[in-house]
């Protein structure tokens, strides 16, 4: 008899990663990637052919074909732009596009806009054009939307992302929905409503649902605007029309705490919840017929009217991939109810995936499509585990379901744990009870009556506001919870983000029991061990990397138009941020770039901030830092703000018990893993203007040095030259003088710097962290000849509207001959040093690396050869 072989385990399931894995090697498109890609499609193409039984060979089959099918997919996504492409006119000239509204959007105060071009007319030319632009009204005084034919004024540009290790690739979330174009406006003077053109029939019956969809959305919003306040208001808005970001901050945090974060987007949740309340409805209102009762299938009836109920909430909530699964997986599970087949969870799963992989290229790295599936793959599996007896009593049924309930809720918890930990960096730890307490009230209590409103809003606005009233309400109380549940110690843990390879690990850990039995014993002891040697390996590299490493490292991250840097001191001397960039608007650099970077280097806390001068642009990601990082020291010239954001930092200080350190020139503030950190600038600030006040610190190692300058100009620059001494000589406060570690504002230092670690406040640097974004008023000739730097980094904003860096500033570095380095344009610039030699690269930019000789002799632990401009350097392998 023929071998039978469950067609989810395998055929849908493998056929869907490969699926995945191939597009997304198409879509990372590295050397590395590539050469792994082809190695493993050579293995699974043996294993198709010389497979031991049956399955393993339909496994290896479905795995290399769905590689091939996502590699092709991939590449045809990944072909250029068509030319007559909207995104094609990207620049900095003013353009004027005509199109369609296709989706709209509240986000805070701002409107977001999706905006199909039809045509344009530049400064260039006019034409034809097609595709969509993102387009983002900050003040708007009305709602735009869907169907809306609208003309638009502004600058166009192509999505970009800043350039950091770890932060959220935002270019290539746009590109999966099809945006290649963005937009900005402050208010509406550049719209204008144009009159609806004639289209196809079947382009004008999508834009007439699209229409309708918008108008229900926005006649639901507006009455839950009327009916409920915030944070109710927020939340009924992400679940009922979908406006995710709607939510406030707080609310998000305690949601994400608590690891309730799903129940405040569309997901199979709410599907859940919303088809069975249809399906038992319709199925009761069809069972109170005796004709249907006995002439129909009355439970086929229901579920096929659930189709168009689910298709309904799906589209009034947007259309995320999350709701797209689960209204997939509804289709799947009803084709096999109508075909009298036994209804699998896990086949329709797959199927959903399979569909969405295809369909969506690159949805394998959407945040909404891992975690939906991981959670949903979760809860099938933990659901099909076999159940306790039969229950005699109500008591027991109780038991029985508050278990079950638990049950599932770990599952989820611990599936979707390693993603948490990727995204977000924080894992939950109280999610199973805050799971039980809260979806009663965040789920049906919230969901059902907020869309009874919906068909009552035309009839009877009073019923309707009443319902809205009840969904508020029992909105308040499962937040009012989630933020009791969030506030208790150890509630959620912070976590380092897990690279690829302990992702996999992960997620093989947790798939270890699920197959445990049916492996054969010798095959268990195999896969334990393979699995600890992994973890084994793993540990010891990062051991190395964080606290055995002699290696310097800086890292000057892009921030926009403001400074940040990360300083990893060689042997775990210690981790120190030099400001924190910071922009207007609410975007916290220090949450959304600074904190994923640390934590992408597994730092979970820092030896010491320092602010070079209190300003936003330099202060305004450090408040997030000092809050979950917990620094010991806080380095700075002693200046105050009295700004809001300032504020914080100066609460979190507190809070966090971190020690106050006011720096002066010629004070030695560290000497850790044989470098040390000296301030250079300046001698009285509270005398001087605020930018020529800036705290200005030099990072030596051996002959490598770095020096940041901070935002001071030409005055200041001139009074350091003033007093500086040359190198190895003394400074002007003592010998070594410092202020110690463990100093107060004001006290006599408690350490000194040993004599091992070099001279003091020489200024001569290889590297220069040019002053003051680039500004003409910095890095004045004098400064140039005094550094001698080899190396220049400016962090500045892209096409920012101060015009830095000056074409002055540039001139007078090359003249140096002097490399500079842009974060606006290489994103963030990493130097890594041995004391001896310095490279200098660009870990997300497509510059190649530059290797730098400090001295003549030559190193013995040189792992292999590099030649630079016909000068062959030797590179230790660990450098990077």
Not at 128 to 147: K, Q, S, Y
Not at 172 to 198: H, K
């Given at each position: 008899m023929a071998e039978r072989v469950p067609v989810a385990a395998f055929v849908l399931v493998p056929l869907t990663v490969g699926v995945l894995v191939g597009g997304a090697t198409i879509f990372d498109a590295q050397p590395a990637t590539a050469s792994a890609a082809a190695v493993a499609a050579l293995a699974l193409a043996i294993g198709a052919v010389l497979g031991r039984d049956r399955a393993t060979r339909i496994v290896a089959l479905a795995l290399l074909c769905g590689g091939v099918l996502g590699a092709l997919r991939a590449t045809v996504a990944c072909a250029p732009l068509p030319h007559d492409h909207i995104a094609q006119q990207a620049g900095r000239a003013p353009i004027a596009i005509e199109g369609t509204i296709v989706a709209s959007a509240r986000v805070g105060v701002a409107l977001r806009i999706r905006l199909r071009a039809e045509r344009y007319r530049g400064v260039v030319g006019r034409?034809?054009?097609?595709?969509?632009?993102?387009?983002?009204?900050?003040?708007?005084?009305?709602?735009?939307?869907?169907?809306?034919?609208?003309?638009?004024?502004?600058?166009?540009?192509?999505?970009?992302?800043?350039?950091?290790?770890?932060?959220?690739?935002?270019?290539?979330?746009?590109?999966?929905?099809?945006?290649?174009?963005?937009?900005?406006?402050?208010?509406?003077?550049?719209?204008?409503?144009?009159?609806?053109?004639?289209?196809?029939?079947?382009?004008?019956?999508?834009?007439?649902?699209?229409?309708?969809?918008?108008?229900?959305?926005?006649?639901l919003g507006a009455a839950i605007d009327a009916g409920s306040e915030e944070p109710a208001r927020g939340f009924l808005r992400a679940v009922l029309i979908g406006e995710g970001r709607a939510l406030d901050d707080d609310a998000r945090r305690a949601l994400a705490r608590t690891g309730l974060s799903h129940v405040a987007c569309v997901a199979g949740f709410h599907l859940a919840v919303v088809t069975a309340a249809a399906v038992l409805g319709i199925r009761w209102l069809l069972l109170r017929s005796q004709h249907m009762t006995l002439s129909w299938n009355v439970a086929k009836l229901a579920a096929l009217a659930g189709v168009p109920m689910v298709a309904i909430y799906a589209a009034l909530a947007g259309g995320s991939v999350s709701a797209a699964r689960s209204h997939l997986m509804y289709v799947?599970?009803?084709?096999?109810?109508?075909?009298?087949?036994?209804?699998?969870?896990?086949?329709?799963?797959?199927?959903?995936?399979?569909?969405?992989?295809?369909?969506?290229?690159?949805?394998?790295?959407?945040?909404?499509?891992?975690?939906?599936?991981?959670?949903?793959?979760?809860?099938?599996?933990?659901?099909?585990?076999?159940?306790?007896?039969?229950?005699?009593?109500?008591?027991?049924?109780?038991?029985?379901?508050?278990?079950?309930?638990?049950?599932?809720?770990?599952?989820?918890?611990?599936?979707?744990?390693?993603?948490?930990?990727?995204?977000?960096?924080?894992?939950?730890?109280?999610?199973?009870?805050?799971?039980?307490?809260?979806?009663?009230?965040?789920?049906?209590?919230?969901?059902?009556?907020?869309?009874?409103?919906?068909?009552?809003?035309?009839?009877?606005?009073?019923?309707?506001?009443?319902?809205?009233?009840?969904?508020?309400?029992?909105?308040?109380?499962?937040?009012?919870?989630?933020?009791?549940?969030?506030?208790?110690?150890?509630?959620?843990?912070?976590?380092?983000?897990?690279?690829?390879?302990?992702?996999?690990?992960?997620?093989?850990?947790?798939?270890?029991?699920?197959?445990?039995?049916?492996?054969?014993?010798?095959?268990?002891?195999?896969?334990?061990?393979?699995?600890?040697?992994?973890?084994?390996?793993?540990?010891?590299?990062?051991?190395?990397?964080?606290?055995?490493?002699?290696?310097?490292?800086?890292?000057?991250?892009?921030?926009?138009?403001?400074?940040?840097?990360?300083?990893?001191?060689?042997?775990?001397?210690?981790?120190?941020?030099?400001?924190?960039?910071?922009?207007?608007?609410?975007?916290?650099?220090?949450?959304?770039?600074?904190?994923?970077?640390?934590?992408?280097?597994?730092?979970?806390?820092?030896?010491?901030?320092?602010?070079?001068?209190?300003?936003?642009?330099?202060?305004?990601?450090?408040?997030?830092?000092?809050?979950?990082?917990?620094?010991?020291?806080?380095?700075?010239?002693?200046?105050?703000?009295?700004?809001?954001?300032?504020?914080?930092?100066?609460?979190?200080?507190?809070?966090?018990?971190?020690?106050?350190?006011?720096?002066?020139?010629?004070?030695?503030?560290?000497?850790?893993?044989?470098?040390?950190?000296?301030?250079?600038?300046?001698?009285?600030?509270?005398?001087?203007?605020?930018?020529?006040?800036?705290?200005?610190?030099?990072?030596?190692?051996?002959?490598?040095?770095?020096?940041?300058?901070?935002?001071?100009?030409?005055?200041?620059?001139?009074?350091?030259?003033?007093?500086?001494?040359?190198?190895?000589t003394t400074s002007p406060l003592g010998v070594r003088s410092t202020r110690g570690i463990g100093s107060t504002p004001g006290g006599t230092p408690t350490s000194a710097c040993t004599s091992e670690v070099g001279s003091t406040s020489a200024l001569v640097s290889a590297v220069l962290k040019v002053a003051h974004h680039g500004s003409a008023t910095s890095t004045s000739a004098p400064l140039l000849a005094t550094v001698a730097p080899r190396i220049a980094v400016i962090s500045d904003g892209v096409d920012n509207r101060f015009h830095f860096p000056a074409p002055a500033v540039l001139q007078r570095l090359r003249a140096a001959g002097v490399d500079v380095w842009r974060t606006d344009e290489d994103g963030a610039v990493r130097i890594v040093s041995d004391g001896r030699r310095l490279v200098v690269g660009a870990p997300r930019g497509g510059r190649p690396a530059r290797v730098l000789a400090l001295d003549v002799e030559p190193t013995r632990d040189a792992g292999w050869v590099r030649d630079v401009a016909g000068v062959r350097f030797e590179i230790p392998t660990s450098l990077w």
């Open positions: 034409g034809r054009a097609r595709g969509d632009v993102a387009l983002t009204i900050a003040h708007p005084t009305r709602d735009w939307l869907a169907g809306t034919a609208l003309r638009v004024v502004g600058t166009l540009r192509r999505p970009r992302n800043f350039g950091d290790p770890g932060e959220y690739d935002m270019r290539r979330a746009l590109a999966r929905q099809g945006i290649y174009a963005t937009m900005f406006l402050w208010d509406e003077r550049g719209l204008a409503a144009l009159e609806p053109r004639p289209h196809p029939f079947a382009s004008r019956l999508r834009l007439q649902l699209v229409g309708a969809v918008a108008r229900a959305r926005s006649a799947a599970l009803l084709t096999a109810v109508l075909a009298n087949r036994r209804a699998d969870g896990m086949r329709s799963l797959a199927a959903a995936a399979l569909v969405l992989a295809i369909a969506v290229p690159d949805v394998g790295a959407d945040i909404s499509f891992e975690l939906s599936f991981a959670s949903v793959a979760a809860l099938v599996l933990a659901a099909t585990r076999p159940r306790a007896g039969p229950t005699s009593t109500l008591r027991q049924r109780l038991a029985a379901v508050v278990m079950a309930s638990v049950r599932v809720s770990c599952a989820v918890g611990a599936a979707t744990a390693p993603l948490t930990a990727w995204h977000f960096q924080q894992v939950s730890l109280i999610g199973p009870l805050a799971n039980l307490v809260t979806l009663p009230l965040l789920g049906p209590a919230t969901l059902l009556p907020g869309l009874g409103a919906l068909p009552l809003l035309p009839v009877s606005p009073f019923l309707a506001g009443l319902l809205l009233r009840v969904a508020a309400c029992a909105a308040t109380v499962g937040l009012d919870l989630a933020r009791v549940l969030a506030a208790v110690p150890g509630a959620a843990l912070e976590t380092p983000v897990p690279t690829v390879l302990e992702l996999v690990l992960s997620y093989a850990v947790l798939a270890l029991p699920i197959v445990w039995r049916r492996l054969r014993p010798p095959w268990r002891g195999v896969a334990v061990a393979v699995l600890a040697t992994i973890t084994a390996i793993d540990a010891g590299y990062w051991t190395w990397e964080r606290w055995l490493n002699p290696r310097l490292r800086v890292t000057f991250l892009s921030v926009g138009q403001g400074d940040a840097a990360v300083v990893e001191l060689p042997r775990g001397g210690g981790t120190v941020v030099i400001d924190g960039g910071g922009m207007p608007g609410g975007f916290d650099t220090g949450e959304r770039l600074i904190a994923p970077f640390l934590r992408s280097r597994k730092i979970m806390r820092l030896d010491a901030l320092a602010l070079s001068h209190p300003q936003l642009d330099h202060y305004g990601g450090l408040a997030y830092l000092a809050e979950h990082f917990a620094p010991r020291e806080f380095w700075s010239n002693g200046r105050t703000a009295d700004a809001a954001g300032f504020m914080r930092l100066a609460r979190a200080l507190d809070v966090a018990a971190t020690q106050r350190v006011v720096l002066r020139r010629g004070m030695c503030v560290r000497a850790s893993g044989g470098a040390r950190i000296d301030a250079v600038h300046p001698l009285a600030p509270e005398d001087e203007d605020l930018n020529d006040g800036s705290l200005v610190l030099r990072v030596a190692y051996g002959a490598a040095s770095v020096l940041f300058t901070g935002d001071v100009e030409r005055p200041g620059e001139l009074e350091m030259l003033a007093d500086a001494p040359a190198p190895g």
